[in-house]
């Protein structure tokens, strides 16, 4: 075996990760003039963003001329239950009208207005129709039009390599180690600035929408160098995954399904969602199924439809509503667009819906309901940043998109990621670009930590041991869907911390057979690191956090508690092991605290 | 539940062959599961690729039973239980490991395709397009990358010497994309006809066929495109016009 021999790049600004966050931070510093590699870990287009389906959150006030980065701020704080990132919130709702026309000017064509504008829709928690989109598949035209922008500008992009481990030259982040997926071998990289723009930990559950990369590397590389997390107690169960057939259960169904006029029904056929308005959106909440189909023509006069209360708030109702008893069939609810939107709206604004469902479940979409129930779709905890320049807590080490935590506090709304990623990827590329400019010196790689590093990515070819990687992942998935799932209670986040480390252990006893080259039972066994690390941190974090709020519900301790709404728990790693503390969040300046008491 | 023999090809450049492994298949499990059922159970270095498993990103491509398709979207149910069921890597590129190929010739083709050149915005810096104009661009904005058009196209199948000069119907697309952008300035009629050969392409619809979006790529994409060649480069009256005015650009078709 061709043992620790590698490659050595180098560049000013380093980016892991290319979706959405990690291309946009690439553009960026690549315009900024400096020298970009951008590493993924499959090839180029192929990122989470290209699943994306229902749109970007911006401002732009198209649709309704109400509406503006103001509003959006309130909704987005609102939707995270004031645990965002003041700052965060801010930035993103100004900036992200302006992000979304930069991606048209680079060649993206959103669905347009009749007066041809962009045209908007309509999503949870959002008051106006925000959000631009191409039918159900925004993510994929956006993703083509960031890689296809980028690939003329001189950024050195390095397919399907994985990033082990940051390395340091003390306090600073110096570059990366990894490894070639293809060929197997190792690669360094040196570089002045790295961005984190990794995604995140959804293969942590059996139950997700997310793919084979999302295993929390971002997440673990930057705990295991230093730097703060903050919120990993706080992940969102997109409350519409399918769930028949067995084998595609929690594929995402688009929230768009419901903002373009479908709704969710029982067994009974009753829209039960009227009966889960929590008090906290009443105010802004319609009451009657009248009202609520009124609202998507009009506005002013009506109340959102409760259907789009945000995320957090559908999925614990669908949960419920399974619990009673009133579930479907397959241990999902019913979603239908089909009595209430004519065939030719449905394939036209939910094209990729309806091929979905008609290939994989055999169900029309234009003449039969959905079956529908939760699944893991995104964390919204993450790196601790600087708002402005998304710089971690480490020297020289940079994160933006999902990666990154604070911008959708406890629960993220619908169409707020794309956005996300657009703002605050730009933001890292050109805050990481400044940093390596006014960087003195040498970058100084030590050949010790990278030989450590290279002998323990070895190890499973080479230990004795009997454990497959593929089922000491399978058992973490059920372990965190189980107890550490939407509802939680004390006693199952312990038993979950107790399984992790069961888990840890036998994750050294992983064996691998065959070669380097293209090899997924090694790929997989060295995945079980980053995915145990966020297992734990989220863990962990859920077992701190005493009350109910967003994306982390505890049964123990059913309600918000405004004194858990003045802090984050962080995460951080003192002498190799993990710590938790309460830290408080950002005082918010009083002309922003003022837009937020609207609450209509 | 029923029981297969997947008949998967196992091997890397240097040469490789079928292997045959049983499985026991779950209702609505697709080619792409079992595969993973194999890669946990039998064969855990199976090599193949995935992501999204909705047929959204496109990494999945494979020759099932000699039909280029996506693994994520053929369910197990179109062949007879008990069946042999054949998975063999596209065969247009060259193969990395098992159900792998090296896919880099579109990422260099991607590289070489001289990129949109928007027209200034109007002066409240946006734009402004009718739907009905770019309906038939967003056809093409479908396009996942998956590359079974390329696997197909007989002019690099079974064509090595052919790919410096092609660029494949996945990239006819998206020059068709770009030339008919109503925000596009650009000029790549030199490139279309040298270096993306779109001459070469003799319409036998193979990538049409296989496309898993089911964008009319032969129809509205390269027929397009091979007329406006035709008009640019082969018409007395154009090739007149540029002669008298210097190099400009022809009216489109």
Partial sequence: ?600 | MATYTMRVFRGDARGGEFRDYPVDVDEGMVVLDVIHRIQATQAPDLACRWNCKAGKCGSCSAEIDGHPRLMCMTRMELFPPGSTVTVAPIRAFPIIRDLVTDVSFNYEKARQIPPLRPRPPEPDGTYRMMQEDIDRIQEFHKCIECFLCQDVCHVIRDHEENKPVFAGPRFFIKLAALEMHPLDTADRSAFIKELAGVGLCNITKCCTEVCPEHIRITDNAIIPLKERMVDEFFDPVVWLLRRLRGRRRAAPA
């Fill in chain 1, 1 to 600: 075996m061709a043992t620790l021999a590698y490659e050595t790049y180098e560049h000013d600004v380093l980016v892991i990760g290319a979706g959405g966050a990690g291309l946009r931070a690439a553009i960026e510093a690549a315009t900024q003039g400096v020298s970009v590699g951008l590493v993924c870990k499959s090839l180029l287009g192929k990122a989470h963003t290209v699943m994306a389906e229902g749109g970007i959150a911006a401002a732009l006030g198209n649709v309704w001329p109400e509406d503006n980065w103001q509003v959006h701020f309130r909704d987005t704080m609102r939707g995270g239950k004031m645990l965002n990132n003041w700052r965060m919130a801010q930035l993103h709702a100004q900036e992200a009208p302006e992000r979304v026309l930069e991606l048209e000017r680079w060649g993206a064509l959103f669905d347009r207005t009749r007066d041809g504008r962009i045209l908007q829709r309509d999503f949870g928690g959002h008051r106006y129709a925000r959000l631009a989109h191409v039918g159900d598949r925004t993510g994929l035209e956006m993703i083509r039009t960031l890689q296809y922008h980028a690939i003329h500008l001189g950024i050195d992009v390095y397919m399907e390599t994985t990033i082990a481990r940051l390395l340091k030259d003390g306090e600073r982040v110096c570059g990366a180690f990894g490894y070639r997926r293809d060929s197997g071998r190792f690669v360094v990289f040196k570089a002045r600035a790295v961005v984190l723009a990794t995604g995140g930990v959804g293969r942590m559950y059996k139950i997700t929408s997310n793919s084979w990369e999302y295993t929390g590397d971002g997440h673990a590389l930057a705990l295991w160098a230093g730097a703060d997390l903050i919120d990993m107690e706080f992940v969102q169960f997109h409350p519409t995954g399918m769930v028949w057939p067995p084998s595609v259960r929690g594929i995402l169904v688009t929230e768009g399904v419901r903002g373009d006029g479908g709704t969710l029904r029982n067994n009974k056929g009753e829209r039960f969602m009227f009966r889960y308005i929590p008090e906290y959106f009443r105010a802004e909440t319609a009451e009657t199924e009248e009202e609520a189909d009124r609202w998507y023509e009009d506005k002013k006069n009506n109340r959102r439809t409760p259907d789009l209360l945000p995320r957090d708030e559908v999925a614990r109702a669908i949960v419920a509503e399974i619990r009673a008893g009133r579930g479907s069939p397959h241990g999902g609810v019913y979603l239908d667009i089909a009595t209430r939107r004519p065939p030719e709206y449905i394939k036209k604004r939910l094209p990729s819906m309806y091929h979905q469902f008609k290939a994989l479940a055999g169900v029309d979409i234009t003449k039969e309901p959905m079956e529908v129930g939760p699944t893991c779709h995104y964390i919204m905890g993450g790196v601790r940043v600087d708002a402005d320049t998304t710089a971690a807590t480490v020297p020289g080490l940079f994160a933006a998109g999902e990666v990154a935590g604070g911008m959708h506090g406890s629960n993220r709304l619908g169409g707020n990621s794309l956005s996300d990623l657009l703002v605050f990827g730009r933001r890292a590329g050109l805050y990481a670009a400044l940093y390596a400019k006014d960087f003195g010196g040498q970058l100084v790689i030590d050949q010790g930590q990278v030989e450590a590093i290279a002998r323990e990515l070895l190890e499973p070819f080479e230990r004795a041991g009997d454990e497959n990687p593929y089922a000491i992942q399978a058992e973490l998935q059920e372990t965190m869907q189980e107890l550490v799932g939407i509802i939680r209670t004390e006693a199952e986040l312990r038993e979950a911390l107790r399984r992790i480390e069961a888990l840890k252990a036998r994750a050294r006893r992983v064996r691998v057979d065959g070669g380097r080259e293209y090899n997924p039972a090694w790929h997989t066994a060295l995945d079980l690191a980053p995915l145990l690390t966020c297992a734990e941190c989220c863990t962990l974090a859920a077992l701190e956090r005493k009350e109910s709020r967003g994306g982390h519900a505890r049964d123990d301790y059913p309600k918000l508690d405004p004194e858990w709404g003045k802090v984050n728990v962080v995460l951080r790693l003192k002498n190799g092991e993990l710590q938790v503390a309460r830290e408080p969040l950002p005082e918010m300046p009083p002309e922003l605290r003022a837009l937020l008491e609207d609450t209509r």
